[in-house]
């Protein structure tokens, strides 16, 4: 008597496969902007089969992720080039030939990037002394309360 496997005709699910980089492009072409079509168009496959591929149970982690580092790129690209912006800004509220409404306006945006700047700054110092109390209490192994008011 000899045993045999029985073969099997059924195709995979996606859901169970591995996200395929044809996919993870169009996915990222999705999120960037493109249009299904698009970005179907551009890995050679249908809008709809790339839509079935949202089920996937990697997809949105992934999108996620992509997305993520896009933000990331602008804010170092903006944050690179803040010194730039900050002439700019420096240049329109000193010029004579700025309107006194856009001086009003652009005055109020430098009054509003000191204060937030001014402000994170402040609050990242708070939170770095509350994480030292925090630490210094829990090294001490005691059973203090910490008033994070007084800090």
Known sequence: MTISAAKSTNKPKIEDSLLPPKIM?????????????????????TAKQLRKWNKHKDTKEFLERVISEKLDMGTNKLVNNWH??????????????????????????IHQIIKDNVLERNQTRKIEEIKDALLNNENSNGNNLINITEL
Not at 27 to 43: C, I, K, L, Q
Not at 87 to 109: M, N, S, V, W
């Open 84 to 109: 730039k912006y900050c002439d700019e800004l420096d240049k329109a509220a000193l010029d004579e030939k700025t309107k006194p409404y856009a001086k009003r306006e652009i005055i109020q945006l």
């Open 25 to 45: 492009t169009a996915s990222s072409m999705v999120a960037s902007g493109s249009s299904y079509d698009v970005a179907a168009a551009a890995v050679n496959m």
